[in-house]
């Protein structure tokens, strides 16, 4: 396509959108899908998992006290008889199996219960994602790094899942436990033991956040070497052809090899900050639960402390510093995941270039009349590419346009589709400006034939379905009638089903264009774009898309943006475009006759045709 490359947008990389969020907003950001609204069995959910969550550590918060007692009524001091000897310290035991069992029966059917609001949650965020990508101008679209961003869609949605799971059901539990359990050993204790768990706990919590902060800023940097990697080996096997040609398998490599050595040396530093992490927390914990443990030695030597109390302060501040030293690595977890989600939610943040108002309408009923009234647009603000074009094509009629590259033929055909918006003037359909009406009923009346056709991976009855989603196979066959592409269908191994391959690739230019000319004669529009459809084809190729064009374009609106002006002597009007400027007008006899930019465009080509002659001969 003749087209000026758009200014190029730094939000087209989601590794270079704006700047980083914070934790918080991110977090603000995922609430509303844990409560979606008017969801009611996530509600329920939501609540049943909590109450099973307080049930779980209040059930855990139990069991060092049955385990104590046990211990001191299996003292010999406690043991008047035969009788308590059994039934006392089996009642107990028994007490602690329940409570045990109970904590972990409360556990699972929590994480069971929630699992549903946490999948839910992960699949919205990134069918939102997903849906917000498409809503984005081509502008993003033509920088965009796609490899980049299909990476940032799947770590945030795996980051996503990892922090319901560990915050709603690791930290908020835990800290729930540390409460429990510093109030019960003040309690039971005194102020001492109390004081000594809540600096231990203060220290490890100060220096797990601190260190963690630190450790954040490295899995940044982990990531954005990441994407770069991928986004370079998508990139280059996407244009496995072109590395080919040029044999240029080396740099491409050297060029991978270079993002994968800065994920390297990232990673590396991130796993040696892990362990110099993880030694500072179990100096902590084991400091202070040493210090415990001494004054808990101290009261059974001088008979304040039982035996049993002596065991339950070490219990407590086992079960307390195990969830605490799983918190370290869970804060770590949720930090990585809020960076990980952070890009997928700067994605979302991106605002549309070109969106619908509030009140646009559906544009219906639609005869065709397309009118360009002064049109005036730049791709950048100190360039304009059209300078006051008019025109109209009436219902039904065709009207071509031709000029040199970069003369502006192809920014006509994103301005009627909108893809862009004028800068000035109006472009109108039966007398409605496009940009007030909606973009899907715009867009559902247009269909777009373009010169390098792209399909997707999948199979030939799927690509030309693809122009009505949900037509029948009958109606798949006629339009490949209709495209002179059925024949050819059946004669391959699986006719229709036949996989065409990363971008079409499996078949030829023709075979491509006519699978394109069907799937837009399944869509059946009134509008009809062909910009420069047969301009990479050879000539013979090119006679047959022709018809199969002309079949197409008949009682139709058509706009053909065309290089060979061969193509365009049936138009009912021709226009000249020149630096953005409509230079001549008329149909092709009538610009023939002026002599004038088209004429001689005209004797170029023919030349040019003449001279390839005894050449094909």
């Known amino acids: 396509m003749a087209a000026q490359s758009p200014l190029p947008s730094a939000a087209a990389d989601p590794a270079a959108a704006p700047e980083n969020r914070s934790g918080l907003q991110t977090i603000l950001d995922l609430l509303p899908y844990l409560w979606p609204r008017g969801d009611i069995g996530s509600h329920v959910r939501v609540i049943v998992s909590s109450l099973f969550l307080v049930a779980a550590k209040a059930a855990n918060v139990v069991v060092p006290l049955a385990y104590a007692a046990a211990v001191d009524a299996l003292t010999p001091a406690n043991l008047p008889g035969r009788t308590a000897l059994i039934v006392i310290p089996a009642a107990l035991i028994l007490g602690y199996g329940l409570l045990r069992v109970s904590a972990s029966f409360f556990g699972e059917f929590r994480d069971a219960i929630f699992a549903a609001v946490q999948q839910r949650a992960a699949r919205t965020v990134a069918l939102e994602t997903f849906r917000h990508l498409h809503r984005l101008s081509l502008r993003f679209h033509l920088d965009r790094q796609t490899g980049g961003m299909s990476r940032a869609i799947e770590r945030g949605t795996q980051g996503i899942q990892n922090v319901l799971r560990l915050a709603v059901f690791n930290v908020l539990p835990t800290l729930l436990e540390v409460v429990l359990v510093t109030s019960i050993i003040w309690t039971v204790f005194d102020w001492r033991f109390a004081l000594v768990t809540g600096v231990a706990i203060g220290m490890y919590l100060t220096f797990t956040v601190s260190y963690s902060g630190y450790r954040v800023r490295i899995r940044r940097s982990m990531n954005e070497s990441d994407s770069e990697a991928q986004t370079k080996a998508i990139d280059s096997l996407l244009n496995f052809e072109t590395v080919k040609y040029f044999g240029n398998e080396t740099l491409e490599t050297s060029r991978f090899d270079l993002a994968l050595?800065?994920?390297?040396?990232?990673?590396?530093?991130?796993?040696?900050s892990l362990n110099m992490l993880n030694l500072g927390q179990a100096a902590i914990i084991a400091v202070g639960l040493t210090v415990v443990m001494f004054l808990a030695a101290l009261g059974v030597q001088d008979g304040t402390m039982s035996v049993g109390k002596f065991v339950l302060v070490n219990t407590y501040l086992m079960q307390l510093y195990q969830p605490l030293n799983m918190l370290g690595f869970v804060y770590r977890e949720i930090k990585q995941g809020l960076v990980d989600m952070e890009q997928m939610f700067r994605l979302m943040a991106l605002e549309q270039e070109v969106a619908d108002k509030p009140d646009a309408r559906a544009l219906t009923k639609v005869r065709g009349e397309v009118v360009f009234d002064n049109v005036v647009f730049g791709y950048r603000p100190d360039r304009r590419i059209l300078k006051g074009v008019s025109f109209r094509i009436p219902p039904g009629r065709s009207l071509a346009i031709v000029g040199s590259t970069g003369a502006g033929k192809s920014t006509i055909s994103r301005l009627l589709f909108r893809f862009y918006d004028v800068t000035g003037g109006s472009v109108a359909i039966d007398g409605q400006d496009v940009r007030d009406v909606s973009q899907e009923s715009l867009r559902g009346c247009i269909g777009v034939v373009p010169q390098d056709t792209v399909l997707f991976n999948d199979t030939i009855r799927y690509n030309i379905a693809y122009g009505r989603p949900g037509a029948s196979q009958a109606e798949i066959e006629q339009a490949a009638r209709l495209a002179q592409v059925h024949d050819f269908v059946l004669r391959l191994p699986d006719g229709y089903e036949t996989r065409v391959g990363e971008r079409g690739l499996k078949l030829s230019g023709g075979e491509k264009q006519r699978v394109a000319i069907a799937r837009t004669i399944l869509k059946n529009p009134p509008?009809?774009?062909?910009?420069?459809?047969?301009?990479?084809?050879?000539?013979?190729?090119?006679?047959?898309?022709?018809?199969?064009?002309?079949?197409?374009s008949e009682h139709r609106t058509t706009l053909t943006i065309a290089h060979r002006l061969s193509t365009v002597v049936e138009a009912d009007e021709i226009i000249v475009l020149d630096q953005g400027v409509i230079a001549e007008r008329g149909t092709h006899a009538a610009l023939l006759a002026q002599d004038g930019l088209y004429a001689r465009m005209w004797q170029m080509q023919a030349e040019q045709v003449e001279q390839a002659e005894p050449v094909a001969a």
Request: charged content about 30%; aromatic content about 2%; hydrophobic content about 45%.
């Open 261 to 272: 050595a800065r994920y390297e040396k990232a990673a590396v530093k991130s796993q040696v």
């Open 527 to 552: 509008i009809l774009i062909l910009d420069e459809a047969t301009s990479a084809l050879d000539t013979r190729t090119e006679q047959d898309i022709q018809a199969a064009l002309r079949e197409l």
